[in-house]
């Protein structure tokens, strides 16, 4: 058969007729083939348009309407968009000019224009939806007979039913091909879902107290239930692979904000959740995959964080439901060595659960008695069980990662306390038989390696974990059958440690010593100390068993371990910080350190501190020279002890500080040589300074503080200048040294106190001048360095010279008046050096490096507080560094930095708004030349002042402002000098709301300024600071309700 496009309209209406009236199937078959060739052909449009005008068949009339309705629902190879207004006008023309057609043949020409209509709804010529004018075409037919009223009644009723059909293909989630548009069509669910709507997530990095705050205009959506079914339907049904994004959106979904629905809405939908988690835990097959296992933990610990225990309890099939969470977690914790970054969030949901155990009020059961301590012994014994599999197979320890076994400790330390006395009986089974097999096989002669250390693996955990429940009393009430449990367990370990103790000469396990170390720090935290009730029962059991009947025994016992551990694990760096962090913590206390003082261990510490007895003490072994950082650590905890008694005994000072007196006159002594070794010489001064700066930092009283002071200086204050001179390239020599004198400088609890006829404030700031002028001027000698080293090697430095500056201009010891009057430069230079500093660092990096900025910010405050006549004479250049420092200061994230600025600005403000008062009254005395040219710069630069106007305006109404008070100083002045911008930005910020709103905030600016005199008395500061609380109040409430609409208010109702 020939192609039909070249047929007569004869030969086409003849198909027609055999089509829709032949009764033999063959002919009709036949004809049919033709037509779908004919619908097919090039030609098609305008054949089908000639069918239209010269038919003669009612048939051909309806060929027609199909094959263009087929034409223009095509997806590929569309139809131009005029040719398709062109078949929309022709039809509209057709049943206009034609309405005796048969009831078919109409039916289908308005099924044509309304699918034109759909298709084309968003389509646009010349700004103009060409498309959306249908009740325009409509109106000619209902304005005419009743015959063209049906004709457009009906296509209006047609063009509905089409615009209500979907006209996309629902999704086959069998479809391989469709499967890109489904994991699009998550991402895109997921995103909006993690959508900051309030604009408040600060710290991506936090998963555990996160609430998705959905618009109230979706609350709808979330309380139609089909929603939260629609996604367990989904991850049902889709291919693992992109399960793990379902469940994302599910873990958002259950973290809706609270507020979007009322209490028994809030039931309902947990309701849903909580019976869509159940049929995942019936149906566990896809949780093989780690990322739909990791999604999964996700949502169980949302449960807890967003939802109370009171509310869960009363959910239908909760019984169930914790069961099987029960279930899951302790399957979970017996597969160890899968997911194990997912275990996080099953301990926080027990943690959570056990945590509100004392607080929930409702009577339902919540069973948490008969399952937590399932998980609890779940945790242990596959924790001890991993051990042997471990050391066999060589796999990762996860006793290596601190971190996390930290972080799992904490958690298991809350659910540990939820029925105690099963935890407590089931750890000392577990330890008794670890210690006993531990002890015979020490004993044996034929015991190998692997078992010893399999056991101290066993044995570190369960120490760790004793530690982790006995820290966990605090979050719970204690009782005294509780105290005597623990109890229980410290003699345990005590005795444990009598046993490892006596092998460390010849073995030790640093693990074991870790876990030994954390569990020391628990139980000082909840046993030892000023708070602590010493009629504890523990302490009756460590009587009856190890003798120890008081605290003092107690602290004798720490400080045995302490001395051990120095004396033995000298060389390993984790044992030794952490040993001195616990002696530290204990020189803090305020009984326990009085007591320790009568201890012959700690009185052995004070009159024994060398190398020779602390191998950690020792120079020569040192591998790195910032290993030493400890030192500072012990000699913090030893000054602390020896102020206790030390009083004014001079005598006693000075034999504690023999040992650094003769590492003092070793450096002296290399010195003063030609050629001296200089890596011995950088090992000694650099213990001495970290020692030095341990015993400034705990002499915080007078007495003591003036006897170190006189040890120093004179005598030794050049030798901390001259390794300055030598060493200034390496940060690793110069940063102890620069940190020591900060602290010398540093007026801490007022103990900087000199008599009035003693020189020694002004001396000491000398040395201090004398120290950042000889490192500022040395360090900018060393050109250009690499970005990632420029904070170690230069930065770094910079930083602690401005804290020591700010320290000794703020530390009111000194009348630094006195510099200028006697000619003595020694100010003018570190101030000076200060600005050549401040040159050589990119405003970019005063920003980036959060310590630079800190102490750059505070020393800026100090210097536009107490001398800016000082930044008055500086350059222009330098004047306009420091004012963009200071603007670029004001948006800073870091709020201390921020107030830092906020009060430069504030004196600067102050400073100028003076000046300008002083010029234009009638004074004899002229300005001074510094005053007169600030003020000249600043005029010839307001752009500068106006522009921080602007920025603290803006802070102050469109941004969470959390120094509000801070803000408001500097504001006032800034208005002050600026009246006429001021005026200009308020115009600007009034026109800018919408024209009903324009009134209510011009009167917000007129509240603002009520009762606010042209002068920056404290009074007048004070009322301004009130106004601008209740500008900030008012404004707030207008944008809301103009930025929101009418719904505003809801987005957190």
Same mark, same amino acid.
């Given at each position: 058969?020939?192609?039909?496009?070249?047929?007569?309209?004869?030969?086409?209406?003849?198909?027609?007729?055999?089509?829709?009236?032949?009764?033999?199937?063959?002919?009709?078959?036949?004809?049919?083939?033709?037509?779908? #060739?004919?619908?097919?052909?090039?030609?098609?449009?305008?054949?089908?348009?000639?069918?239209?005008?010269?038919?003669?068949?009612?048939?051909?009339?309806?060929?027609?309407?199909?094959?263009?309705?087929?034409?223009?629902?095509? &997806?590929?190879?569309?139809?131009?968009?005029?040719?398709?207004?062109?078949?929309?006008?022709?039809?509209?023309?057709?049943?206009?000019?034609?309405?005796?057609?048969?009831?078919?043949?109409?039916?289908?020409?308005?099924?044509?224009?309304?699918?034109?209509?759909?298709?084309?709804?968003?389509?646009?010529?010349?700004?103009?939806?060409?498309?959306?004018?249908?009740?325009?075409?409509?109106?000619?037919?209902?304005?005419?007979?009743?015959?063209?009223?049906?004709?457009?009644?009906? *296509?209006?009723?047609?063009?509905?039913?089409?615009?209500?059909?979907?006209?996309?293909?629902?999704?086959?989630?069998?479809?391989?091909?469709?499967?890109?548009?489904?994991?699009?069509?998550?991402?895109?669910?997921?995103?909006?879902?993690?959508?900051?709507?309030?604009?408040?997530?600060?710290?991506?990095?936090?998963?555990?107290?996160?609430?998705?705050?959905?618009?109230?205009?979706?609350?709808?959506?979330?309380?139609?239930?089909?929603?939260?079914?629609?996604?367990?339907?989904?991850?049902?049904?889709?291919?693992?692979?992109?399960?793990?994004?379902?469940?994302?959106?599910?873990?958002?979904?259950?973290?809706?904000?609270?507020?979007?629905?009322?209490?028994?809405?809030?039931?309902?939908?947990?309701?849903?959740?909580?019976?869509?988690?159940?049929?995942?835990?019936?149906?566990?097959?896809?949780?093989?995959?780690?990322?739909?296992?990791?999604?999964?933990?996700?949502?169980?610990?949302?449960?807890?964080?967003?939802?109370?225990?009171?509310?869960?309890?009363?959910?239908?099939?909760?019984?169930?439901?914790?069961?099987?969470?029960?279930?899951?977690?302790?399957?979970?914790?017996?597969?160890?060595?899968?997911?194990?970054?997912?275990?996080?969030?099953?301990?926080?949901?027990?943690?959570?659960?056990?945590?509100?155990?004392?607080?929930?009020?409702?009577?339902?059961?919540?069973?948490?008695?008969?399952?937590?301590?399932?998980?609890?012994?779940?945790?242990?014994?596959?924790?001890?069980?991993?051990?042997?599999?471990?050391?066999?197979?060589?796999?990762?320890?996860?006793?290596?990662?601190?971190?996390?076994?930290?972080?799992?400790?904490?958690?298991?330390?809350?659910?540990?306390?939820? #029925?105690?006395?099963?935890?407590?009986?089931?750890?000392?089974?577990?330890?008794?038989?670890?210690?006993?097999?531990?002890?015979?096989?020490?004993?044996?002669?034929?015991?190998?390696?692997?078992?010893?250390?399999?056991? #101290?693996?066993?044995? &570190?955990?369960?120490?760790?974990?004793?530690?982790?429940?006995?820290?966990?009393?605090?979050?719970?009430?204690?009782?005294?059958?509780?105290?005597?449990?623990?109890?229980?367990?410290?003699?345990?370990?005590?005795?444990?440690?009598?046993?490892?103790?006596?092998?460390?000469?010849?073995?030790?396990?640093?693990?074991?010593?870790?876990?030994?170390?954390?569990?020391?720090?628990?139980?000082?935290? *909840?046993?030892?100390?000023?708070?602590?009730?010493?009629?504890?029962?523990?302490?009756?059991?460590?009587?009856?068993?190890?003798?120890?009947?008081? #605290?003092?025994?107690?602290?004798?016992?720490?400080?045995?371990?302490?001395?051990?551990?120095?004396?033995?694990?000298?060389?390993?760096?984790?044992?030794?910080?952490?040993?001195?962090?616990?002696?530290?913590?204990?020189?803090?206390?305020?009984?326990?350190?009085?007591?320790?003082?009568?201890?012959?261990?700690?009185?052995?510490?004070?009159?024994?501190?060398?190398?020779?007895?602390?191998?950690?003490?020792?120079?020569?072994?040192?591998?790195?020279?910032?290993?030493?950082?400890?030192?500072?650590?012990?000699?913090?905890?030893?000054?602390?002890?020896?102020?206790?008694?030390?009083?004014?005994?001079?005598?006693?000072?000075?034999?504690?500080?023999?040992?650094?007196?003769?590492?003092?006159?070793?450096?002296?002594?290399?010195?003063?040589?030609?050629?001296?070794?200089?890596?011995?010489?950088?090992?000694?001064?650099?213990?001495?300074?970290?020692?030095?700066?341990?015993?400034?930092?705990?002499?915080?009283?007078?007495?003591?503080?003036?006897?170190?002071?006189?040890?120093?200086?004179?005598?030794?204050?050049?030798?901390?200048?001259?390794?300055?001179?030598?060493?200034?390239?390496?940060?690793?020599?110069?940063?102890?040294?620069?940190?020591?004198?900060?602290?010398?400088?540093?007026?801490?609890?007022?103990?900087?106190?000199?008599?009035?006829?003693?020189?020694?404030?002004?001396?000491?700031?000398?040395?201090?001048?004398?120290?950042?002028?000889?490192?500022?001027?040395?360090?900018?000698?060393?050109?250009?360095?690499?970005?990632?080293?420029?904070?170690?090697?230069?930065?770094?430095?910079?930083?602690?010279?401005?804290?020591?500056?700010?320290?000794?201009?703020?530390?009111?010891?000194?009348?630094?008046?006195?510099?200028?009057?006697?000619?003595?430069?020694?100010?003018?230079?570190?101030?000076?050096?200060?600005?050549?500093?401040?040159?050589?660092?990119?405003?970019?990096?005063?920003?980036?490096?959060?310590?630079?900025?800190?102490?750059?910010?505070?020393?800026?405050?100090?210097?536009?507080?107490?001398?800016?006549?000082?930044?008055?004479?500086?350059?222009?250049?330098?004047?306009?560094?420091?004012?963009?420092?200071?603007?670029?200061?004001?948006?800073?994230?870091?709020?201390?930095?921020?107030?830092?600025?906020?009060?430069?600005?504030?004196?600067?403000?102050?400073?100028?708004?003076?000046?300008?008062?002083?010029?234009?009254?009638?004074?004899?005395?002229?300005?001074?030349?510094?005053?007169?040219?600030?003020?000249?710069?600043?005029?010839?630069?307001?752009?500068?002042?106006?522009?921080?106007?602007?920025?603290?305006?803006?802070?102050?109404?469109?941004?969470?402002?959390?120094?509000?008070?801070?803000?408001?100083?500097?504001?006032?002045?800034?208005?002050?000098?600026?009246?006429?911008?001021?005026?200009?930005?308020?115009?600007? *910020?009034?026109?800018?709301?919408?024209?009903?709103?324009?009134?209510?905030?011009?009167?917000?600016?007129?509240?603002?300024?009520?009762?606010?005199?042209?002068?920056?008395?404290?009074?007048?500061?004070?009322?301004?600071?009130?106004?601008?609380?209740?500008?900030?109040?008012?404004?707030?409430?207008?944008?809301?309700?103009?930025?929101?609409?009418?719904?505003?208010?809801?987005?957190?109702?």
């Amino acid at each position: 058969m020939r192609d039909p496009g070249r047929k007569s309209l004869a030969q086409l209406e003849n198909l027609c007729k055999q089509l829709y009236e032949t009764t033999d199937t063959t002919t009709r078959l036949q004809a049919e083939k033709a037509l779908v #060739e004919f619908t097919n052909s090039p030609d098609c449009l305008s054949k089908c348009q000639l069918l239209l005008e010269r038919g003669s068949s009612s048939y051909s009339q309806l060929l027609a309407a199909t094959c263009l309705t087929k034409l223009v629902s095509r &997806t590929n190879n569309p139809l131009p968009l005029e040719q398709r207004i062109d078949i929309r006008n022709y039809v509209l023309n057709y049943l206009a000019t034609r309405p005796k057609l048969a009831t078919f043949v109409t039916q289908a020409l308005i099924q044509l224009y309304a699918r034109i209509t759909k298709l084309g709804w968003f389509d646009c010529q010349k700004d103009d939806y060409v498309f959306r004018n249908a009740i325009t075409d409509v109106t000619r037919f209902l304005q005419d007979s009743v015959e063209y009223c049906i004709i457009g009644v009906t *296509i209006l009723s047609q063009l509905t039913n089409e615009i209500n059909q979907a006209s996309g293909k629902n999704l086959n989630l069998n479809d391989e091909s469709q499967h890109g548009l489904l994991m699009q069509l998550l991402k895109l669910t997921h995103n909006c879902l993690n959508f900051d709507f309030i604009g408040t997530s600060t710290d991506e990095s936090s998963d555990d107290l996160c609430t998705v705050q959905i618009p109230t205009s979706w609350r709808s959506a979330f309380l139609d239930s089909s929603t939260l079914q629609l996604f367990f339907d989904l991850y049902h049904s889709i291919p693992p692979s992109f399960s793990p994004l379902v469940l994302s959106c599910l873990v958002q979904i259950a973290s809706v904000r609270r507020s979007l629905f009322n209490n028994a809405e809030r039931a309902k939908f947990l309701s849903h959740l909580v019976d869509g988690v159940k049929r995942i835990l019936e149906n566990p097959q896809s949780l093989s995959d780690p990322n739909n296992y990791h999604e999964f933990c996700r949502l169980l610990a949302r449960l807890k964080s967003n939802y109370q225990l009171g509310e869960l309890v009363k959910v239908e099939n909760y019984p169930e439901v914790i069961r099987l969470i029960a279930n899951f977690t302790v399957t979970s914790l017996q597969h160890w060595e899968f997911a194990p970054n997912s275990v996080h969030y099953l301990l926080s949901l027990w943690q959570r659960l056990a945590a509100s155990v004392p607080y929930v009020k409702a009577t339902e059961p919540h069973m948490l008695e008969t399952y937590t301590p399932e998980v609890t012994k779940a945790y242990i014994t596959s924790r001890l069980e991993s051990v042997h599999i471990i050391l066999r197979d060589g796999l990762e320890d996860p006793l290596e990662d601190t971190g996390l076994v930290q972080q799992q400790l904490d958690q298991l330390s809350t659910i540990g306390r939820c #029925e105690y006395e099963k935890t407590c009986a089931l750890l000392v089974q577990l330890f008794d038989q670890s210690a006993q097999s531990y002890q015979e096989l020490l004993q044996s002669a034929s015991a190998s390696p692997m078992d010893i250390a399999v056991q #101290e693996g066993r044995l &570190t955990w369960l120490v760790y974990i004793i530690g982790a429940v006995i820290g966990g009393r605090v979050s719970f009430a204690s009782t005294d059958e509780q105290d005597a449990m623990d109890g229980e367990l410290v003699c345990r370990v005590l005795q444990l440690m009598n046993l490892t103790d006596s092998r460390l000469a010849q073995a030790g396990n640093e693990k074991l010593e870790l876990a030994m170390l954390s569990f020391f720090e628990q139980f000082r935290k *909840i046993y030892i100390g000023d708070q602590v009730q010493k009629s504890s029962k523990l302490y009756r059991r460590l009587s009856e068993v190890l003798g120890l009947n008081d #605290e003092t025994m107690v602290l004798s016992v720490f400080i045995g371990k302490i001395i051990t551990n120095l004396k033995y694990w000298g060389r390993c760096e984790p044992i030794t910080s952490k040993t001195l962090q616990l002696l530290n913590d204990l020189s803090i206390g305020y009984s326990s350190v009085r007591k320790l003082v009568k201890l012959s261990a700690v009185q052995f510490m004070l009159n024994n501190h060398t190398s020779e007895h602390f191998a950690f003490l020792g120079i020569n072994n040192q591998s790195n020279l910032t290993d030493m950082r400890c030192r500072t650590t012990f000699y913090t905890a030893l000054g602390r002890l020896l102020m206790v008694d030390l009083g004014e005994d001079e005598d006693q000072y000075e034999q504690f500080m023999l040992p650094l007196t003769a590492a003092f006159e070793a450096v002296a002594q290399m010195f003063s040589t030609n050629s001296f070794n200089e890596q011995e010489a950088k090992r000694t001064l650099v213990g001495l300074v970290r020692d030095l700066r341990g015993i400034a930092f705990a002499f915080n009283a007078k007495t003591s503080f003036m006897m170190l002071f006189e040890w120093i200086y004179p005598s030794y204050m050049p030798i901390l200048q001259r390794a300055i001179e030598l060493w200034y390239h390496d940060p690793a020599c110069t940063t102890p040294v620069l940190k020591l004198m900060a602290e010398l400088v540093h007026n801490r609890s007022q103990r900087l106190q000199f008599d009035v006829s003693s020189p020694n404030g002004i001396l000491l700031f000398r040395e201090t001048s004398k120290m950042i002028t000889m490192y500022g001027n040395r360090i900018l000698t060393l050109g250009e360095v690499p970005k990632d080293q420029v904070y170690a090697l230069k930065l770094k430095g910079i930083s602690i010279c401005f804290s020591m500056l700010k320290a000794a201009l703020s530390g009111s010891y000194v009348n630094f008046g006195v510099f200028r009057l006697y000619g003595d430069d020694a100010l003018d230079n570190a101030l000076q050096t200060f600005i050549k500093l401040l040159l050589s660092i990119p405003h970019s990096d005063l920003l980036d490096y959060p310590k630079l900025s800190q102490s750059y910010y505070s020393l800026l405050e100090v210097l536009t507080q107490d001398h800016m006549n000082f930044i008055a004479s500086l350059e222009p250049r330098v004047i306009m560094y420091i004012l963009s420092s200071i603007s670029e200061g004001l948006t800073a994230l870091d709020t201390m930095v921020c107030t830092g600025c906020c009060s430069c600005l504030d004196h600067i403000v102050t400073y100028l708004f003076k000046q300008l008062s002083r010029s234009t009254k009638k004074r004899t005395t002229p300005l001074n030349q510094e005053s007169d040219r600030f003020l000249h710069i600043m005029q010839q630069h307001p752009e500068m002042i106006q522009q921080m106007l602007s920025t603290v305006l803006n802070i102050i109404i469109f941004e969470d402002c959390r120094n509000q008070w801070s803000m408001s100083r500097p504001l006032l002045g800034l208005i002050l000098l600026n009246e006429k911008y001021f005026s200009d930005l308020r115009n600007s *910020i009034v026109n800018s709301q919408p024209p009903e709103k324009q009134q209510a905030m011009h009167l917000c600016f007129e509240n603002l300024m009520e009762g606010i005199e042209r002068n920056l008395l404290t009074k007048n500061r004070d009322r301004f600071t009130q106004n601008l609380s209740a500008f900030r109040r008012e404004v707030n409430d207008s944008m809301k309700n103009s930025t929101y609409g009418v719904n505003s208010n809801d987005m957190m109702s």
